[in-house]
């Protein structure tokens, strides 16, 4: 940015401050003012930084605050205002713009920054500028805690602040490209303030006990003091002569030179000894070229090795999510009198101070008094202190704070935590990633320093060594770190340099594992296991019932009260109403509900609410006495209410709160993680195995590509770790690798392959077995191309049929398939795979042959055989239905729909018909609520035209009363069974085509029968043969609902085994909410259903009574003029008008069994009730039906057709 594009204010400004005349600089008077303008002007820049911009382009701080600074330290106001100034602007350009910018234009300006703040580094390496800080920082520390004032102590974290923000710069690599040894930006800044004496300073800082609070700081210092140097190397300076401190470089210019010289002979020995004028074309064989041809080679032979079909290509680009991550900046080796320095800062700071800071750094990190990942140079001091005490005549005492089970907690819960935040936050996994690695050296450190105390020739030393490793080695935490390191390594996060630290770290940790388990017979490690269980949602509780004897004493209590209640003594309640007039249910069908309510009135001491409750009750609901006789006195209530008492009603399971829609869709469930801590006997080999996977050996394969720039210890430890792999497991075939076999071909053929001799016997090792193998296994070669398990490695070496017998650990749990199976499979297969309305895998494992197979086999198995493309073409039923969302469309649609047949009998179904996204009913009844399309449920109900029969002359009708509907939703208490029936009704009807099995349900009705409920079956016997005769003489099936109408038949029908019956002949359950009862199917023919009569027909053994003869009358043969007793025959939800008998009152099973094996062969009375005759004709099914029965079959009709 050029000067005259400043802007006029700040160029005004900037002028104001002063001018600087040869050596000296003469202020204005305005000077302080205008140093606080400026402060001014930064704290309102955009997000450009355009005021640090311009003031960087005019080097305000190299020509004015830095000569203002120098000359005038004495005036302490302005002082202050220069270094406030200084600091803000030079703090690192990442905490301007917050991060790295992405767009091409706010990184053009965060470079510009950079460039700034490199020329204000270079700026600062004065030793005048650091002489006037040190001694202001000095002056400032002389002063006692009561006369240092609050400017004082914020003078002090400015000037630590500046000399951080100098520090920080990175260097400029277009403008430094010196060779080692020469004076960097950097070096000069260091030899600036250890001349200045600032480095005296900041060991004080450390040290003093009364200037705790800037430990940070000074760590932070110290960390970008060091930050290009290396610890072996500082460690090693100095001691020995100049040709054994150079002894690194002259190996690796040796190395190249061995190199370059094998490189040349190699050549030489290509080259003809006679030169040609031509280049000559030749024809490789076997090698084919973009047609059917050979390739026609057109250079010289020397160059055949060289030939590859990608040349002359563009190399293919690299999308930048798969781009390798990049290595951090290498590590520049510095002025030999720096070094010295800062070796000389090492000693005595690992003497005075190191334990001290550390202690107090990381009680701030604990408290969290730092400031986020603060803890970063923590681990950066921990893992470079250590590793120059150890290389600098070790002595643990020096760094006793940071060894310990302790520090190792501390590491490993901070790399644990970076581990996960880099597999969670993915667009900063680089980031951690860094950290990831500062962890990781500081562990390597730990561990190297543990390894060096066993050498120690004090005994306590190694006594301490030997306590720490026996916790490590413990705990399962530290062991499975190494593993879960290896298995994410993703190399486009984490640079090449994390995966060598991790393989040296992992390879030290398994060799002081095993040297630690060689003395110890029995090593005892610490275990643990997490079992994950899926939980549904916990259900209300539901209070036990009270036992008998806790009723009588409740009753006992009740007694006195309840007599008082019937003499008048205590009054009662006016308010109570027996039914809820604003239920959907509709007034009859609350009946069962008000016993209920009674009877929680007396259990709970509430006897004026229960008496009042059932003589409402009885006003309302007088037929069948339910609630006593109209004239009932007080003895019939006191006993009525002792019956309702004791009376083991029928409870509705607790209503849970309903959730929300996606979350009812996706039925999620819980999981619930337990944790086990066990204690078992350690074994390495089995340790060992651990690491026999793909990405382990993945993992060194990709270091061991650039063995040429690796150094002789990281080739030795990836070496090291192969070699136990395949040898001490047995297992050379998981090395079988295709990439593995061309590095070792690089190998084997690079002129330097002396210097890697570890390698090339490796890489001979594993070649000679993989041919050895390769003569018995011709797939051998084929396996090349793919990473092997350890069941893989078993099954080439022992054979491909080994683990067929559960020997394996992939195959142990799953049976295999023989071929008949897979035959049986097929066929099953194409067999319902044009079945609509039904899950295909649910059909085929109903009717396998084989049992235990599970749904996710068979789709397996399906896709293996190519019957199917993925395992999505066989998607699972869910419960309800899958769309949750309704479009604008879909709304448009239901509300054309509802206008179309709002004025039909059956609004709901008809909209289901025709919708065209399927749902269920409940989710279209509340999508009409909330449309406003409806105002209450009811409006959706099936309307159902009823035809009153006035009584025939002469005929006598038997006034039987009603008994009460019980609801069966309620009834059944076993909470699996009601979560199965629902499953079932939510997944369809059965379907209509469905017809049984001869035979169906023989063995079930045999043992209903020793059960005592022969009475049902033979009522279930005769509707069944009934309903054949009436489709076998009309020609027309209709679905027929069975209606019990004795407490016997209703107790049956609820039962989860009679049932189970039913399903098994046949008969379809209540397919929606609007209906209660089971239905014979219309697709049962005559034949069929007597043959499912017979087959639950009982046989009793011999000597047994005979069956007494079928009645000639059955219940559906009634005149048309007789009249329905009340609320007898009607469906609550689905109300057809089906013929009812005529019931009979409650008596013992065996009068009513030998009564009659129908039900309306009973009497309300000891006197028989007159029925209508029967003549044999009728009887015979061969006369046509009486013209009463012909209206209730066509009404039927009329239903039915109305319902479909």
Known sequence: MDWYMMNCELLATCSALGYLEGDVYHREPDCLESVKDLIRYLRHEDETRDVRQQLGAAQILQNDLLPILVQYPQDKVLFDAVIRLMVNLTQPALLCFGKVPTDATSRHHFLQVLSYLQAYKEAFASEKVFVVLSEKLYNLLQLDWEQRQEEDTLLIERILLLVRNILHVPPDPAEEQGVDGDASVHDRVLWALHISG????LKFLASAQVEQQWALHVLEIISLMFRDQSPEELAALGQGTAGAEHGEDTRELETLRQRELAEKRARALQRPSRHSRFGGSYILQGLKSIGDRDVVFHKGLHNLKSYTHDLGKEPRRVPRHRQVAPESEPSRRSARNVRLFLRHFCQDFLEGCYNRLMLLVKDQLVREKAQEHDETYYLWATAFFMAFNRRHGFRPELVSETVGVRAFHFIE???????EMALIDKKEATTWARRMHLALKAYQELLRTVQEMDQSPEQAVRDSSQVIKSNIFYLMEYRELFLALFRKFDETKQPRSFLRDLVETAHLFLRMLERFCRGRANLVVQSKRVRRKKKKPRAPAVPAPPSATELEQLWEGLAPQLQACLEGEVPLPEDVVPFDAASETPVEEQRAEALLRIQECLRDSRVPQALRLLRSAREVWPEGDVFGAADAGRPEETQLLREILVAPLPRHAPVEPEEPEEEEEEDEEEEEQTVQVSEKEFNFLDYLKRFACAPVVRA???LLRGYARNSPRTNHCAARLLHRLARDLHMEPLLFQLSLFALFHRLLSDPAAAAHQELVALAKFILGKFFALAATNKKAFVELLFWKSPAAVFEMTKGYSSLQEGEGTTRSRVPSWTPQEEQELRELYWKYKEVEGGDIITAILAHLPTPGRTRRQVVKQLVRMGLASSAKDFPRERKGTRIVLWTQEQEEELTRLFEEFQGSDDVLGNIMKHLTARRSRARVVEKLLGLGLVAERKELYKKRRRKSHGPDPGQVTTGVPAMPA?????EDEDSEEEEEDEDEAEEGPMEEHWVPEEGAGQDMAQRLHQEGLAGPLRWLENCLRRVAGDREEDGVS???????????????????????????????????EQESFWRIPAALTPQQLRRVAASIAHHGPPGSPPDLPEPPRCPQ?????????????SDSESEEPVPVPSPVQPRTKRRR??????????????EPAPTAPCSEEDEEDEDPQPRGRRKRIRCLEEEEEEES
């Open 1117 to 1129: 043969d009634l005149a048309p003029a007789e009249p329905l007793p009340a609320g007898l025959g």
């Open 1153 to 1166: 069994e030998l009564a009659s094996e129908d039900e309306d062969g009973g009497s309300s009375g000891t």
């Open 198 to 201: 600032m480095d005296d300073l």
């Open 413 to 419: 819960q901070n790399l644990t935590t970076y581990y």
């Open 966 to 970: 019980q609801d069966s939703s309620g």
């Open 1038 to 1072: 209709h679905p027929v609902p069975l209606v019990p109408l004795t407490e016997e038949n209703e107790d049956a029908m609820e039962d989860r085994r009679f049932q189970t019956l039913l399903r098994q002949l046949g008969l379809r359950p209540p397919a929606s």
């Open 700 to 702: 060194l394969v990709l």
